[in-house]
């Protein structure tokens, strides 16, 4: 056969009450349509997803870290019993209020180089992040490839039967009006009954197999189980041209140019290589600029002065009073012309405000051998790094190879099955006809069904191995889903 040229079956989904072939088209799934709505609701797709969110918050706070720190506090407080005076600084015991706030920032100016490094880090991080996220979108549609043939072939497997049943059934007819007539013996009717329950059997166990297909595309897919999906099979020409386009080797360095997982890998060797640099600005110095401003309060020490009459303060001395209690306790407040007066608590907070202004420079020494450690740990990482990327091209290279081989391996199958089912329908037809005359008996014409269903069956689990496997060479070769 020069030129191998028939119609295959392929793939579309319909949503309708029972799976068959009477779908409603207002309600077509298309391999596309379950593509998109597995990746929709698909768990691990979803997890993936939010490690991808992650990595963006880590390289956006990576980037952020070159920026200035700045911190305010502030608190209130009472104090009972003894404690310290905060003008006499003795301890006594008198009720006091205090507090203090404070506004301070630090800016790293100069760190080994790490917080740079870092960003590029974690920005291969987050890129790798989404070839993995990619990735996972590419196992999910795989495996519902994997499931949605399954499920087709099947369904044409139920349709074999479905035809071998009516075909049994229809010469049942036949022989019992033969045997009524008195052409044919009683025995011939009753092999034909039992002929007939044996190729119900293989309906029964064909639907079964059809609807355990049907369940597992449907859990891919995160549909319940009693959700309804029908089948309509569309007609697509294959030849035998196809087979030339199937080479290992080229399609093997298409995907390595393509497949995320090869350049998530590759990114995981690139991002090791900055966690060398990052692990060694240990060694290096590192200078940090603090400033601040504060103040505080306190109401003892309104004591420190009293208001005279223009307006002006006057400090009295620490350790001086200008009068006391009856319990001997200093006054903490005083007179002006009568008012009793209290030292300002905004007076208070602008007189004791201060400012400081420092520089840190942190020269490591001996560390305990951490940043030699640190740097010997990122060395590992990136080796680990270089030997999954190799794993990951093998893994690649093996899949490809093995779906190469079946693919021209069931392309062979198939062209034999076709020519064995030829033979086969031309086989059964004589053999029928013959029966029908009395020419050959039970046996015979049992064999040649029996011969014709299995041929029929080989040719299509023949065609479906070739269609699974073309499809995934192309889509290894990066070309799109369009069935």
């Not at 049907?214 to 891919?220: A, E, G």
């Not at 087979?243 to 995981?268: C, F, H, V, W």
């Not at 064995?420 to 039970?442: H, I, L, M």
Request: hydrophobic fraction near 40%; aromatic fraction near 8%; glycine fraction near 6%.
């Amino acid at each position: 056969m020069s030129k191998l040229k028939t119609t295959l079956a392929i793939f579309a989904f319909l949503w309708v009450g029972n799976f068959n072939s009477n779908a409603q088209t207002d309600s077509l799934w298309t391999l596309q349509r379950c593509i998109e709505y597995a990746l929709e609701h698909n768990l691990t797709v979803q997890n993936q997803q939010l490690n991808v969110n992650l990595n963006e918050v880590n390289f956006q706070q990576s980037k952020l870290n070159l920026a200035p720190s700045v911190n305010a506090s502030t608190n209130y407080g009472l104090n009972w019993g003894l404690s310290i005076n905060p003008v006499t600084n003795f301890a006594q015991k008198q009720q006091q209020s205090n507090g203090n706030a404070s506004l301070s920032t630090s800016w790293i100016i100069f760190s080994g180089g790490r917080n740079l490094r870092t960003i590029r880090q974690n920005k291969t991080l987050l890129e790798n992040g989404e070839n993995d996220l990619e990735k996972t979108k590419n196992d999910v549609i795989l495996s519902l490839i994997t499931f949605y043939t399954n499920v087709i072939f099947n369904e044409e497997l139920l349709n074999n039967a479905q035809k071998q049943y009516s075909s049994t059934n229809s010469q049942l007819d036949r022989t019992q009006k033969q045997v009524a007539a008195g052409s044919l013996p009683r025995s011939a009717e009753l092999d034909l009954v039992a002929q007939l329950a044996n190729n119900e059997l293989n309906v029964i166990n064909a639907d079964n197999n059809l609807q355990i297909s049907l369940l597992q595309l449907k859990q891919s897919m995160l549909l319940k189980g009693n959700a309804s999906l029908g089948v309509v099979i569309p007609e697509i020409e294959l030849d035998s041209s196809m087979l030339a386009n199937i080479n290992a080797q080229r399609i093997y360095k298409e995907a390595e140019l393509t497949m995320p997982e090869i350049r998530s890998a590759d990114g995981q060797i690139a991002a090791a290589e900055i966690g060398i640099d990052v692990a060694k600005g240990s060694y290096y110095p590192s200078l940090r600029l603090n400033a601040g401003v504060n103040t505080n309060y306190s109401s003892i020490i309104a004591d420190r002065g009293r208001f005279e009459g223009d307006g002006t303060m006057i400090d009295i001395p620490t350790g001086s009073f200008v009068g006391s209690s009856a319990a001997g306790s200093p006054i903490v407040r005083q007179t002006q012309n009568g008012q009793i007066v209290d030292y300002a608590t905004g007076r208070q907070l602008s007189d004791n405000f201060g400012q400081f202004v420092s520089l840190n420079l942190s020269i490591p020494i001996f560390n305990n051998y951490q940043a030699n450690a640190g740097v010997q740990r990122a060395k590992i990482t990136r080796e680990q790094a270089i030997v999954q990327a190799q794993q990951a091209r093998q893994v690649l290279r093996q899949t490809i190879e093995t779906a190469s081989t079946d693919a021209l391996s069931a392309a062979k199958s198939y062209v034999s099955s076709f020519k064995r089912v030829e033979a086969q329908e031309e086989s059964f037809r004589a053999t029928q006809q013959r029966f029908q005359n009395g020419a050959a008996n039970y046996t015979e014409y049992q064999v040649a069904e029996n011969n014709l269903f299995q041929s029929k069956s080989d040719l299509l689990r023949a065609k479906y191995s070739f269609i699974f496997r073309l499809i995934i060479l192309d889509f290894y070769q990066g070309n799109p889903i369009e069935l």
